[in-house]
């Protein structure tokens, strides 16, 4: 049985919107979650996202009987965490258990310490968001994001500083540098 994620909020749970980030934070997982806040608080947008999620993991399951899973908003979580980590699940084990902002995200409450997340419920949840799943997952959101920067149907500009230095450096180039010479180390009189 798979849920995109719970209606009803546990005791002490805060809502994704209402999740406040250090925004002096240089570390990347306040932006990384920050992203998700916001695909969370776009209706239309995370309406696709669920719908796409729903039907391409598992398809042959049926979704309504059994165990509850994880939801797919964990899933989706978990699985952004460790891509845009480049994180192992090992890590993302730690994350999910001890790191307090991206438990709130999960939707645990300071009150349920207790509910830690397995490393082989993470492995085999996280590993159903194929490569395939993922290139769709990033053309919606990547269009949502478009959306969100353009204004009207004006084209999407950006701007790039670049300049070209012309180099010439070949394979192994200590081989050119020549002995130091004694002579050029001769001092001269004044």
Known sequence: MRIVRNRQMELGEIDVSQIKFDLRSRDDIPKILRGLQHLYMDEALRQ???????????????????????????????????????????????????????RAMLGHSLCDQDKEYVYQTLVDNVSLLTPELL???????????????????AALRG?????????????????????????DFKMTPI
């Open 135 to 153: 290139d769709k997952l990033s053309e919606i959101i990547v269009k949502g994001g478009h959306a969100l920067v353009k204004k009207g149907d």
């Open 159 to 183: 701007r790039c500083d670049s300049f070209v230095v012309e180099t010439n450096v070949h394979f192994p180039t200590d081989i050119n540098f020549r002995p130091p010479d004694p002579d």
């Open 48 to 102: 696709k996202v669920f719908a796409l999620l729903e039907s391409d993991i598992a398809p042959k399951v049926n979704k309504h009987n059994g165990r509850p899973g994880m939801t797919l908003w964990s899933i989706l979580v978990c699985g952004v965490l460790r891509l845009d980590l480049n994180a192992d699940y090992d890590r993302l084990h730690e994350l999910v258990n001890q790191h307090r902002t991206l």
